[in-house]
């Protein structure tokens, strides 16, 4: 059993920055692919990155915004923000996967097998 906490969410003002971080617990963090989810009212749960040892990948909808990091050392991924927009505003979750994905194989939801409980960013205009 693999257990993910979030922290970092709040309040923001549109164009500022956040810092989200994911500490996990697991033997081997290193080999893990460490995915960013976001889920908005009324929508479903949509990839934002994720970092395996075939990449880093991020969705269109943030690249160049969001940067997705991991410190293997403390079992932590992070997930920095910038240039925040309203449409952000979302629960964030990670989530993890001890399979090897690569490219658009990483966005699947299905891929991950444990999940964080989330961790609110909210964006004001």
């Known amino acids: 059993q693999v257990q993910l906490v979030e922290s970092g969410g709040g309040l923001v003002q549109a164009g500022g920055s956040l810092s989200l971080s994911c500490a996990t617990s697991g033997r081997t963090f290193s080999s893990y692919v460490m995915g960013w989810f976001r889920q908005a009212p009324g929508k479903e749960r949509e990839f934002v990155g994720a970092?395996?040892?075939?990449?880093?990948y991020v969705a269109d909808s943030v690249k160049g915004r969001f940067t997705i990091s991991r410190d293997n050392a403390k079992n932590t991924v992070y997930l920095q923000m910038n240039s925040l927009k309203p449409e952000d505003t979302a629960v964030y979750y990670c989530?993890?996967?001890?399979?090897?994905?690569?490219?658009?194989?990483?966005?699947?939801?299905?891929?991950?097998?444990?999940w964080g409980q989330g961790t609110q960013v909210t964006v004001s205009s």
């Open positions: 970092i395996s040892r075939g990449g880093t």
């Open positions: 989530a993890v996967s001890a399979r090897y994905c690569s490219g658009y194989g990483c966005y699947d939801r299905g891929h991950y097998d444990y």
